[in-house]
């Protein structure tokens, strides 16, 4: 995660052309301690220069490596209501190697349509297109009752991983590993921001 | 954000009838060290019983109260296209207290639109809603050119915080709270997982 949240730091330091930056301004921008950026960054090899900080190119393309955005990843979505369909157009994905290679509904109403170059395709093709494009991610939008049932399709499918933005908690084999999006929980975090400060807890 | 978290574990634990737990428990459930749990509870007061453990109710909804889950936030959401209107009919929210009083967007077309109960506005009535409903929780949608100008007409309007799903990172006044969700961020964690395993970085 926190791999994660440097490497748009560094992206933005990048668009601002940045070219040196310190561990402490990294830990600055992205909210954990300069140590914790150190030890972080020295998991992986040998980075920086001391005294000097940074490349921030060279580092960007380091973690970028890490967190595999070199590669291209292939990834159905499941649901093709409202919040489907704003992720199957959702520019962030692709441009950092995310291709939504099928959408899938149970609604026959909705199979046949098309987002973007997708068309929305019925759960009976699900399996065949995780196999034949050797999909590892599955996005679920489905309603937090449908949720359980998509989770165990994609993984006896072969998806690996699984990005959940239902609001039921997943129950799934422990080699899948899953991501649950909760808006209501980044709410809550404001809700408590507005009730005691910027405290980090 | 553990607070959440350990909210939305507790409140897991209370629809499987659970009545009692450890902070070691919480902190598997939550993904962090049982020192952390301790040492964040702590911080609120006094919780738990020494060799016994938590009350599940008793503890969850003081964790509650803490976020401020027990009152309403009149919420506006500027921007309806496809995620601010997945957004907007979003069960999670208004059974935490979070209500949506406003939707705005600038296209004229959108105006006029419903989402479950509520009108879509133009632009022009944002801040006249804003100070008649006391909001203090905006919510932005709109795409990522466009995010600076909302987030500043929504400080200079009066709400205090502010929920980011565009892709731009926003510039605001220091005491406006900004939380930026980041769909591709989640997806990096992902791909991350797949490629290094489970490991937390």
């Known amino acids: ?5 440097y490497s748009r730091f560094l992206e933005h330091l990048q668009q601002q052309a940045v070219t040196t930056i310190s561990s402490g301004a ?13 030890k972080d960054l020295a998991y992986f090899g040998e980075f920086g220069t001391r005294g000097v900080g940074y490349n921030v190119e060279e580092l960007c393309g380091h973690i970028r490596r890490i967190l595999g955005l070199n590669q291209n990843w292939p990834t ?9 369909s704003a992720l199957a157009l959702y520019e962030g994905f692709h441009n950092r190697g995310f291709h939504i290679v099928g959408i899938f509904d149970v609604d026959p109403d909705a199979a046949g349509n098309r987002f973007g170059s997708i068309k929305v395709l019925p759960m009976e093709h699900l399996e065949r297109v995780i196999r034949r494009e050797n999909v590892q991610i599955g996005i679920i939008t489905v309603p937090a009752a449908a949720a359980q049932g998509v989770g165990e399709l994609l993984a ?37 921001s507005l009730t005691y400060g910027k405290t980090k807890i």
Chains 1, 2 share one sequence.
Request: zero cysteines.
């Open 156 to 192: 006896a499918s072969g998806v690996k991983s699984i990005l959940n933005f239902s609001s039921f908690v997943l129950n799934l084999p422990a080699d899948i590993i899953v991501r649950h999006v909760d808006f209501s929980l980044n709410m809550e975090v404001l809700t408590f």
């Open 26 to 38: 990294i830990a600055e921008g992205a909210g954990v301690s300069s140590a914790q950026v150190r």
């Open 1 to 5: 995660m926190r791999l994660a949240v």
């Open 76 to 84: 159905v979505l499941v649901g093709a209501g409202k919040l489907g």
